[in-house]
C-alpha cells in the first residue's frame, strides 16, 4: 500500500505568478483535502475533493483552485501568487465513507518572493 | 477565532516520565478529536482519535481523553521516549456529509529528554 506523495517537494516562484503542486493519494481513499500551513502556524483547510467533486471549501480566495482527477489524485492551484501564499502546501488522503482519519503526504514547501 | 487551542506551545519531559498536551476546543459541534505528530520537513502522522461518545482511548503509550463538559482533551504518552520528541497536533472535526474537515490547534513541541 502506498502512502501519500506529494511533487514538487520545494518550488520557488515570484509574486504574480501562478503554482501548480501535486498529490497522489493512498490507495483506496476516494477523497483528498489541501491545508495550508504557515510557519509556526497549524494546518489550515484550503479545500477537499470527493469522487473528483469538490466537497467543502476554507476561507481562502477563488484564486485557490483545485481538481481530482478519476484516480482520486489531485492539484492545487495558485493564480497571481503574493508574498503571503510563502507556506507549506500539505495534502491528505481519506476513504470518503469513514474519512475521520487523514493520511498526510510530506508537503510542498513554496516560497513566493 | 481559534476554536481549538493549545496553550502550551512547548513541554520537555525526561525520558520514561509521562508526557501530558493539552488542547481546549470552543465549538460544541465537533463530534471527533484526533491527534498527529509532525517531524520537521515531514506531513503530519496520525496518532489517536477519540469520537465525542467516548471519554478515553487507548493505544499503547498512546492515551487521549476527552472530557466534553470542559471541552478539553489531554494525550498522555508513557513512558515518553525520545524518538517522541516532535510538535504535536490537536485537530477536531464535526459531521457535513463526506466532507470532514479539520480545524487544528497551533501545535506543541515535545521534547523528551535521555
Known amino acids: 500500500e502506498t502512502g501519500v506523495t506529494q511533487s514538487p517537494t520545494h518550488l520557488i516562484k515570484t509574486r504574480g505568478q501562478q503554482v501548480t503542486l501535486r498529490c497522489s493519494s493512498q490507495?483506496?481513499?476516494?477523497?483528498v483535502s489541501w491545508y495550508q500551513q504557515a510557519l509556526g502556524q497549524g494546518p489550515q483547510f484550503i479545500f477537499q475533493?470527493?469522487?473528483?467533486?469538490?466537497?467543502g471549501r476554507g476561507n481562502f480566495p477563488p484564486r485557490f483552485s483545485g481538481l481530482q482527477f478519476p484516480n482520486y489524485s489531485s492539484e492545487l492551484n495558485v493564480n497571481a501568487l503574493e508574498l503571503d501564499d510563502s507556506a507549506l502546501y500539505l495534502c491528505?488522503?481519506?476513504?470518503?465513507?469513514?474519512?475521520?482519519?487523514?493520511?498526510f503526504g510530506p508537503g510542498t514547501r513554496l516560497t513566493v518572493l | 477565532d481559534q476554536q481549538v487551542k493549545q496553550n502550551s506551545p512547548s513541554l520537555s519531559v525526561q525520558e520514561g516520565r509521562i508526557s501530558i498536551l493539552n488542547c481546549d476546543y470552543t465549538?460544541?459541534?465537533?463530534?471527533?478529536f484526533l491527534w498527529y505528530k509532525k517531524y520537521p520537513a515531514e506531513g503530519p502522522t496520525f496518532l489517536i482519535s477519540i469520537s465525542s461518545i467516548k471519554d478515553k482511548n487507548e493505544d499503547g503509550r498512546f492515551t487521549v481523553f476527552l472530557n466534553k463538559s470542559a471541552k478539553h482533551l489531554s494525550l498522555h504518552i508513557v513512558p515518553s521516549q525520545p524518538g517522541d520528541s516532535a510538535v504535536y497536533f490537536c485537530?477536531?472535526?464535526?459531521?457535513?456529509?463526506?466532507?470532514?474537515?479539520?480545524?487544528w490547534g497551533l501545535g506543541t513541541s515535545l521534547a523528551v529528554n535521555p
Open positions: 465549538n460544541s459541534m465537533f463530534d471527533y
Open positions: 490507495s483506496g481513499h476516494n477523497t
Open positions: 491528505a488522503s481519506s476513504r470518503g465513507d469513514s474519512g475521520n482519519e487523514q493520511f
Open positions: 475533493y470527493y469522487r473528483e467533486e469538490e466537497n
Open positions: 485537530a477536531a472535526s464535526k459531521n457535513a456529509g463526506n466532507n470532514r474537515k479539520l480545524i
